[in-house]
C-alpha cells in the first residue's frame, strides 16, 4: 500500500513537472495533469501486484488515464492531449530500451532482442489503450449523426 502512495506521489510530481514543459500554466489545470498520470501509475501498479505483466499493466494504465484525461477535458474544456501526454511519460518503456541498447552494445543479441519486443510490445499496449478510449466517443458522436440522418422522415 506504501509503495502504491509513494508510486502516485511521483507520478504526480512527474506529471505536473511535463505539464510545465508542456506549456500548461494554470495551477489547476497541472494539478489536473498530474492527477490523470497519478491514476494511471496507480493502475499500472495494481496489476503487476495481481501478477500482471508490463504489457498488460501499460494498457490498464493507458484506458484508466485516457478515461480520466477526457474527464478532465470535458471538466475544463481544454483539448484531451494537454492531459494525456503527461500522463503518458512515467509509463514510456524508456528502461527497457535502454537495457535493450545496453544488451546490444555488450554483444548479448538475444537478451538485447528480449527486451526490445517487452518495449514494442509496452509502446503497442500503450498506444491501443489510447486508442480505444479515444475511438469511443468519435463513434458514438458518429452514430448519433448517422442514425439523425438516416431516421429523418
Not at 51 to 56: R, S
Not at 79 to 85: G, W
Request: aromatic share 12%.
Amino acid at each position: 500500500m506504501v509503495s502504491l502512495l509513494i508510486a502516485a506521489f511521483g507520478a504526480f510530481l512527474i506529471c505536473g513537472a511535463f505539464g510545465l514543459i508542456y506549456n500548461i500554466q494554470s495551477p489547476l489545470l497541472l494539478a489536473l495533469a498530474g492527477g490523470v498520470g497519478a491514476l494511471g501509475c496507480v493502475a499500472y501498479q495494481i496489476v503487476v501486484d495481481l501478477g500482471g505483466g508490463e504489457p498488460e499493466a501499460s494498457f490498464v494504465g493507458a484506458v484508466v488515464f485516457s478515461l480520466a484525461a477526457w474527464a478532465a477535458s470535458h471538466f475544463t474544456h481544454e483539448p484531451v492531449i494537454m492531459f494525456q501526454a503527461p500522463a503518458l511519460i512515467p509509463l514510456v518503456p524508456g528502461g527497457d530500451i535502454y537495457r535493450m541498447m545496453s544488451a546490444f552494445l555488450v554483444g548479448e543479441w538475444s537478451k538485447g532482442l528480449e527486451w526490445g519486443a517487452t518495449a514494442m510490445a509496452v509502446a503497442g499496449m500503450l498506444l491501443f489503450g489510447m486508442l480505444i478510449v479515444s475511438a469511443v466517443p468519435y463513434s458514438w458522436s458518429h452514430l448519433k449523426q448517422l442514425g439523425k440522418d438516416t431516421w429523418h422522415f
